[in-house]
């Protein structure tokens, strides 16, 4: 493939544990790749210097409008930046923002996308951005969200969990790669094996365990404590890498909390296995 294949999901959805994973079968190294050199390895859509390089000027005063002009631009000179394909994360949902596609067609090899439970979801999501777990709820459930700019990034395009996962899971001409991060966790070789082969690289199964050893929680977290990670919170007040478990919304959220997004998304989670015959959740 050649031009971006996407590395999409929702926010605290395993997107860095994919990154991670990609980065070290990649480099097929003896030793771990750090977690900070990441973005050698897989860009960020929404990198702000990339913006501004070629916009040839701050940001600041552009118009919605001219910030998605831009968006295409920067769009297309990351997927001609290697002669193969090139691994973009986003969290951005698919639809049109400031009259242009968030995600770019022309730009577009493939992506891979990462689903998750949303009631873990808004577990790791509350404790990242340090507001409440019912107001995260409430986030994943609106489809006007918008996760603001920080640390260096665009403001994102995020809308529900139920929109984000059907507008990649449905688009139209898309050559998707599905992971659900339950999969991954409990079943790593079956799974990322699948997805070495999505992306024709060589099937090494000595490799495929180094990769994932070395993009194991335990290895990113302690990364993490041990040098920091460039995309946890500025001010430090939460670790990046939290628990990496399944389930843990069972403990942490109310009743009311899970009921209500387990209606808002029960087509979803029925579709990918979330709900068992009775409705109830599985994980």
């Given at each position: 493939m050649s031009g971006i294949i996407w590395l999409a999901s929702y926010p605290k959805s395993g997107n860095t544990w994919l990154r991670a994973f990609l980065a070290n079968y990649m480099s097929d190294s003896p030793e771990a790749?750090?977690?900070?050199?990441?973005?050698k390895f897989?860009?960020?859509d929404s990198h702000i210097p990339h913006y501004e390089q070629l916009a040839g000027q701050p940001l600041e005063g552009l118009s919605e409008e001219e910030l998605a002009v831009l968006r295409g631009r920067v769009h297309l000179?990351?997927?001609?930046?290697?002669?193969?394909e090139v691994f973009v994360k986003t969290h951005s949902a698919m639809g049109r923002v400031g009259g242009a596609p968030a995600i770019t067609p022309g730009a577009t090899a493939g992506a891979i996308y990462v689903i998750r439970n949303p009631c873990d979801v808004a577990v790791s999501f509350a404790h990242h951005y340090q507001i409440p777990v019912s107001r995260a709820v409430a986030l994943l459930c609106d489809d006007d969200n918008m996760l603001p700019a920080s640390g260096g990034q665009l403001a994102q395009f995020l809308s529900s969990w139920r929109r984000h996962v059907l507008g990649w899971t449905e688009a139209k001409g898309l050559t998707l790669h599905l992971m659900r991060y339950e999969d991954m966790l409990r079943a790593p070789e079956a799974t990322f094996g699948k997805l070495v082969a999505f992306l024709g690289f060589p099937a090494e199964?000595?490799?495929?365990?180094?990769?994932?050893a070395f993009s194991s929680f335990r290895e990113l977290s302690g990364q993490e404590q041990e040098s920091g990670f460039v995309e946890a919170r500025p001010d430090g007040k939460s670790a990046f890498f939290r628990a990496g478990e399944i389930g843990q919304h069972r403990c942490i959220l109310a009743?009311?909390?899970r009921q209500h997004l387990i209606d808002s998304n029960r087509d979803v989670l029925s579709k990918?296995?979330?709900?068992?015959d009775e409705g109830a959740?599985?994980?």
């Open positions: 790749v750090p977690i900070n050199e990441l973005p897989i860009y960020g000179w990351l997927a001609r930046a290697k002669p193969h199964p000595e490799r495929l365990e180094r990769a994932l009743d009311a909390d990918y296995g979330y709900l068992d959740l599985v994980f």
